[in-house]
């Protein structure tokens, strides 16, 4: 006998790094689609959640926004071993609402041409440590310092920027990319070797060990429809989606 997969369709809660908002909404629909199981999705900083989960927060997988706070989870006893993975790399991108002000090499920087410049807590956010790190590497933080708007997470980030709070921000390139190109302002995409790979791991946490729908996530989250989404919103992935190696 069949069983219709409404009666076997399950629920689980996502914690989702902010950065990861957009594709995990246009995901999270082909997989209810899909599958049947329901989706209750929560974005924010990984820091914040990662004290969260700590204290308790019910949350079946957590899609990180680094490779460290999985790591840590599941060598607290939090995550369940062997379940890890990197389901994306982000990219780090200087950007501005105003055309034209960002140029294709990121020295607007030096010129100092700019009252504000956003950048999320580099303590809670990995997107927020990549930008520390790029702009220690041009050797301009000193000198920018005076003029950071810190967010508490890179949704907070990217509104200062795009309310104009702040001429300019170091965001995640999946915030303001679509069909192969930033689709507004202007931006100055980051080299990787100005900062620590942004290695975004998921993690299956001790409440979803034996839910279904928890598990089925972590499976689609590596097929090739989930896998298109992700890089349409210009992040990279490991080959064969492999799993973490720390």
Known sequence: M??????????????VAANF????????????????????????????????IRNGAPFSILLSADDTTPLKLEKEGLGV???RFTYAIGKLVLWSKKPGFV???????RSGRFDKIAISNPKLAPYGAAAIAALDKMGLRERIAPKIAEGSNITQTFQ?????????????LSQVYENGRIKEGSGWVVPSSM???????????NPGKNNAAAAALLQYLQGDQAKA???????ELQS???????
């Open 160 to 172: 200062f920027v795009s309310s104009e709070n702040a001429q300019l921000g170091f965001i995640a």
């Open 240 to 246: 064969s989606m492999k799993p973490s190696s720390q």
């Open 2 to 15: 069949v069983i219709p997969v409404t009666l076997l369709a399950a629920e689980a809660s996502v914690a």
């Open 103 to 109: 140029d294709a090499h990121g020295e607007v920087l």
């Open 21 to 52: 908002t957009a594709p995990m909404k246009r995901i999270a629909q082909d997989f209810e689609r899909d599958t049947g199981h329901k989706l209750t999705l929560a974005f924010g900083a990984t820091g914040l959640f990662y004290t969260q």
């Open 195 to 205: 900062h620590a790979p942004i290695q975004q791991d998921a993690v299956l946490l």
């Open 229 to 235: 989404v992700i890089r349409s919103f210009g992040y």
């Open 81 to 83: 071993p062997g379940a």
